[in-house]
């Protein structure tokens, strides 16, 4: 699929403007230098050292600017600058240099230059190049606003069509081609850019397996260019018509050839080896995968960069050739390393974008890669029965489990080891600053007025996207062995579970197939499960099961039967002893009430003699081994902030609200805000000032276009504006309604107000995964809070209280059914006992130790006074 391409700044043409602008401006000796080298760098193509020379005489020469002609003689530098090292495959360093002259431009106000073509165009498409996704669509529609005010109808429908290549390129096949048929039929499109529209529509039908319409696109097309080229091979495959694909295929090769294209001609090669391994021809397909890699590296061989990764650079094609290789090359290891180069170059990209959609988007492609090398180690454990193969398999199962909220975690905690670091901070107010552009952005998008303050918005997020990008390089630079790394400890695992009387749950819910992973302090076992079409229907149809408080009620035997089923699936060798049972759940499982499930069927309707996990574990729950490993800090509870909003005299009211309230200040020393006190600005002034935070309000757990929310009295909050805050409390408890509920994004926790707790460095979360029962909650909220005041542990507190509801002979059957109280789930430390408990055993180590030492001490003076 073709991006429309980038402006070239010919060297004649670039001259005459130059001429016609210096006789225009009086002589000014800073603004004549830039110029100046302007004209040498283009007066031939420049090496990599030329341009280097200019980039250090930017820094150190023309920092001072003074003037807007000068300003505009170093944006016309930046813009060529950027075009050459986009030819040079120097991704990042050209979007630099794009964006600087940019920010020249808009701040400046600068006129008299066309920025969209030489500028605002080949910038948008290195960000999509470069898989800034969200940047490259914020570029893309600004430019589109000017062409729009300029009346540039060239300019806007280029961007209608690199729009839609981002749009294709993350999945939204359907808005892309919306987008390109709404503008096909307009008078004033080219030829040229009418059949970039008509490739760009048969490539998202293809997507969409439409094939009759591909066909008539394809045959339609009155010009052909690369990329209608190769959108017809890929439609002759599709119908199996492989000669004429073939014979398609080299007429595309003759082409990129004569363009002296190394990039596209390697990606191409990719491609057609695709081709060739779909007809068995392995070794023509090998032989171009290297050929693809010897364009992108030349003079470097293969076996080079499986010593020495740092060889490569950020490259999407890069990630194409080493899947390819380890799809069709022999023997484990070979197959393993391949993977582990892709999973290299795909960090690289991840490590450079801003915005964490654009990053999931990557983290989805790593789980596909790392089923695939789980799937090759499972095949060789059958026939070894190697514990270290099960190891290798958890490490590729976590590496990219919630990488994004690890990347966030981490950069928080670098603040906290480095507090008075200015950069640092700088890097958190950007941040901040993002997320709340988001947050206006998203309140924008439904409101009905679609106005200039969005255009100013979409600016500002521009500019602080830039700026983040700026301060993570710099960031880089001064602390280089501090990047996000696999910290995960598998040789000290079971000790520590051995310490937590715990053993542990840990699942991968792939494309394919799900991989249960069971380990306790001396045993380790993993068992795969297929995940068909059939198996994540009914495993949807039971997590269903808990939307009302009828559905399971109207059939009790029928829930009997699927939670038994579940818990021979998931967790049938789970060992009695251990109480503490930590799970570590993915996918749809983020979704499934493990408390809930029965080890053994029952005849009887009574659901507080059921044998519920709950009866016999304390379930802690957690989004990845390493956020397990990593919070081993006790927990101090000893103060509360709570947040009720209430929405009395509305038939919204929250009765049971007010009564936790009331029950919460009876219990822990704090402060509480209700009604018009609950504001959104009161609930984040107080974030950071007690132990725990309660929040007792509405809240959604979002839609495709409507991220999670939680409801003040005054605002909302929205999940980007939550994740970005700093919040320091040990605990927060959401007792608001699908606080857990949220998207399910590949490798990543839901995306829900519990996440947003998480990225907002929150490690104990307790939430609740559907709509809860009012009284059910204040009756949990109570028991919880109870046990809590004792001392013990939240994931104590938690099982306690559900007991205690099971308990509770005032409750009738019915309201005793898991729709009542398996909702809430705990996030964090499994704690081993209570925390009174646990001092009492410290107190007493030390209190032995003493005595040791003093009668140690007592008989070396008794030997001492013999002598």
């Known amino acids: 699929m073709k991006i429309e391409l980038l402006a070239r700044i010919s060297v004649i043409s670039l001259i ?115 898989g800034n996704y969200a940047d490259a669509e914020n570029i893309i529609t600004q430019y589109m606003r000017i062409a729009k005010s300029q009346k540039n109808e060239e300019a806007i429908t280029a961007g209608i069509i690199n729009l839609s290549v981002v749009y294709h390129n993350i999945g939204n096949y359907q808005d892309a081609l919306q987008l390109l048929e709404s503008h096909l039929e307009k008078e004033t499109i080219s030829e040229e850019q009418k059949g970039l529209i008509e490739n760009n529509i048969a490539t998202n039908l293809l997507a969409l397996q439409m094939h009759d319409e591909v066909k008539k696109r394809v045959e339609n097309q009155k010009k052909e260019s690369v990329p209608s080229l190769k959108t017809k091979a890929q439609f002759l495959i599709k119908e199996k018509e492989y000669d004429a694909a073939s014979k398609v295929l080299d007429e595309v090769e003759s082409l990129l050839i004569e363009s002296n294209s190394p990039r596209q001609l390697a990606k191409f090669y990719v491609e057609k080896a695709s081709f060739h391994f779909y007809r068995s021809e392995k070794d023509s397909a090998l032989g171009l995968l290297h050929k693809a890699f010897n364009l992108l590296l030349p003079g470097i061989e293969l076996e080079e960069v499986k010593q020495n990764s740092s060889l490569l650079y950020p490259e999407n094609t890069f990630i194409d050739i080493f899947d390819g290789l380890a799809q069709y090359s022999e023997g484990l290891n070979r197959k393993l390393s391949y993977y582990d180069l892709s999973f290299y170059v795909s960090g690289l990209f991840i490590n450079k974008i801003n915005d964490s959609q654009s990053q999931l988007i990557y983290q989805t492609s790593n789980r596909d890669r790392s089923e695939k090398c789980l799937q090759l180690l499972f095949k060789e454990f059958q026939y070894s029965n190697n514990d270290s193969l099960i190891w290798r398999g958890l490490k590729y199962a976590e590496q990219n489990k919630a990488r994004v909220l690890k990347g966030s975690l981490h950069r928080k905690s670098l603040i906290e080891e480095y507090p008075n670091d200015s950069l640092l901070q700088f890097q958190q107010y950007l941040i901040e600053e993002q997320q709340s552009l988001i947050g206006e952005l998203v309140r924008k998008q439904f409101s009905n007025h679609q106005d200039e303050k969005e255009s100013m918005i979409s600016q500002k997020f521009i500019e602080i996207n830039i700026k983040i990008s700026e301060t993570q390089n710099l960031l880089n630079e001064k602390y280089p062995h501090s990047s996000l790394r696999n910290k995960i400890k598998f040789d000290s695992l079971q000790n520590q579970l051995q310490t937590d009387d715990a053993q542990l749950l840990y699942y991968f819910f792939g494309v394919e197939d799900l991989y249960s992973f069971k380990i306790d302090q001396s045993n380790i076992s993993w068992v795969k499960n297929k995940a068909s079409e059939d198996f994540k229907n009914e495993l949807v149809q039971f997590i269903q099961l808990f939307e009302s408080p009828s559905i399971i009620n ?66 802690s729950y957690n989004a990845s081994l390493e956020f397990y490993q990593q919070n081993q800090k006790e927990i101090s509870l000893k103060s509360i902030y709570g947040a009720f909003p209430i929405y009395k005299n509305t038939d919204r009211y929250l009765k049971s609200s007010e009564e936790e309230a009331k029950m919460i200040r009876d219990k822990f020393k704090g402060e509480i805000d209700q009604n018009e006190n609950a504001t959104k600005v009161n609930f984040l002034e ?182």
Not at 74 to 91: A, P
Not at 595 to 614: C, I, S
Request: hydrophobic residues 40%; contains cysteine; negative net charge.
């Open 16 to 130: 005459s403007v130059l001429l016609v602008f210096n006789s225009k401006i009086s002589a000014q000796d800073l603004s004549d230098s830039i110029y100046h080298d302007v004209d040498e760098l283009v007066a031939d193509y420049p090496s990599l050292t030329s341009i280097n020379t200019y980039q250090l005489k930017i820094k150190e020469e023309y920092s001072n600017l003074k003037t807007d002609e000068e300003r505009m003689a170093l944006l016309i530098m930046h813009c060529n600058l950027g075009y050459y090292l986009k030819e040079y495959q120097k991704h990042y360093d050209a979007i630099h240099h794009y964006q600087k002259a940019w920010s020249l431009y808009h701040n400046y106000d600068l006129t008299n230059y066309d920025i969209i073509e030489y500028c605002l165009k080949p910038l948008g498409n290195l960000l999509t190049i470069t």
């Open 554 to 619: 109207n059939d009790i035997p029928h829930f009997i039967d699927q939670s038994y089923k579940y818990h021979q699936l998931l967790g049938k060798d789970i060992i009695e002893q251990h109480k503490n049972l930590i799970i570590i759940p993915d996918g749809l499982l983020s979704f499934l009430p493990f408390e809930a499930l029965m080890k053994e069927k029952v005849e009887h309707r009574n659901f507080n003699k059921m044998p519920f996990w709950l009866k016999d574990h304390t379930i």
């Open 686 to 867: 107080n974030a950071n000032r007690f132990d725990i935070l309660h929040l007792s309000a509405h809240a959604s757990g979002g839609s495709f276009s409507l991220p999670a929310y939680v409801e003040f009295i005054d605002d909302v909050l929205l999940l980007p504006e939550l994740n970005a805050q700093k919040i320091t409390a040990s605990l927060v408890v959401l007792s608001a309604c699908e606080t857990g509920v949220g998207k399910i994004i590949k490798g990543a926790t839901p995306m829900s107000l519990a996440r947003g707790f998480h990225f907002a460095g929150v490690k104990n979360v307790l939430m609740t995964q559907w709509k809860v029962n009012d009284f059910a909650t204040f009756n949990l909220m109570n028991h919880f809070y109870e046990v809590l005041q004792s001392k013990q542990s939240p994931s104590n507190a938690i099982q306690k209280a559900k007991i205690s509801y099971l308990d509770d002979e005032s409750i009738n059957n019915l309201e005793k059914s898991p729709y009542y109280w398996a909702g809430f789930t705990y996030y964090g430390k499994p704690i081993n006992g209570d925390q009174t408990n646990t001092n009492f055993r410290y107190f007493y180590i030390i209190f032995l130790i003493a005595i040791i030492f003093l009668l140690g001490l007592y008989a070396f003076r008794r030997v001492q006074k013999k002598q």
